[in-house]
């Protein structure tokens, strides 16, 4: 079992890794969906799919779509690199995925990538947490070096390693995202920094 972090626990975690972040709100540690999280296995990652330098990113993030209250993400990452805390707890960010996936991570017992999802009977919401980079198409170095600093901070507290960080599209088969990362390289850059 692997208990999710505490606000307070994750701010250490992120002051510890010297990864600049700041608060999108002030109620960022109790803004979260209803239900709780189960046993907590890894790190979700995302990209918004909409323009880094649009100022409502951040405010959609937080408050949900019209189809899916926030907030969305737990973490999001602009294009200059800070980590905006948007809300703790369960986010609406995974959805359903695939038993196998789940499993595979759960081990961390797979290869180079995960299977591949082809079943949606998980809820990722309660044992993942979100963190997206707000890009549309591609990321800037800053957004990925500060992802690949949080979920290696991330795996770090937990004592998992790089095999706990899943893409979206490697969660559900109706995702695409985050698109232009290659999770694989991701996960190795991710687990030099653990070994580091």
């Known amino acids: 079992m692997s208990q999710a972090m505490t606000a307070q626990q994750l701010v250490n975690v992120l002051n510890k890794a010297g990864i600049g972040w700041r608060a999108y709100k002030a109620d960022w540690r109790t803004h979260n969906r209803p239900g709780e999280w189960g046993d907590m296995h890894g790190v979700g990652i995302h990209n918004t799919a909409s323009a880094a330098s649009d100022p409502a990113e951040l405010n959609t993030a937080y408050v949900g779509r019209s189809d899916l209250p926030g907030p969305l993400y737990n973490i999001v990452i602009t294009d200059d690199g800070m980590a905006w805390l948007i809300g703790w707890g369960r986010a609406n960010h995974f959805g359903s995925g695939d038993?196998?996936?789940?499993?595979?991570?759960?081990?961390?017992?797979?290869?180079?990538?995960?299977?591949?999802?082809?079943?949606?009977?998980?809820?990722?919401?309660?044992?993942?947490?979100?963190?997206?980079?707000?890009?549309?198409?591609?990321?800037?170095?800053?957004?990925?070096?500060?992802?690949?600093?949080?979920?290696?901070?991330?795996?770090?507290?937990?004592?998992?390693?790089?095999?706990?960080?899943?893409?979206?599209?490697?969660?559900?088969?109706?995702?695409?995202?985050?698109?232009?990362?290659?999770?694989?390289?991701?996960?190795?850059?991710?687990?030099?920094?653990?070994?580091?």
């Open 99 to 196: 038993k196998d996936v789940y499993a595979a991570v759960v081990a961390e017992s797979y290869g180079t990538n995960p299977p591949k999802p082809n079943d949606k009977t998980v809820d990722g919401n309660s044992h993942f947490y979100g963190v997206s980079m707000a890009y549309l198409r591609e990321p800037t170095s800053r957004q990925l070096r500060t992802c690949e600093r949080v979920a290696a901070a991330i795996c770090r507290y937990h004592k998992w390693s790089a095999k706990s960080v899943i893409a979206h599209r490697e969660w559900s088969y109706t995702r695409s995202d985050p698109t232009a990362v290659t999770m694989a390289t991701f996960r190795g850059l991710v687990q030099h920094l653990l070994n580091s």
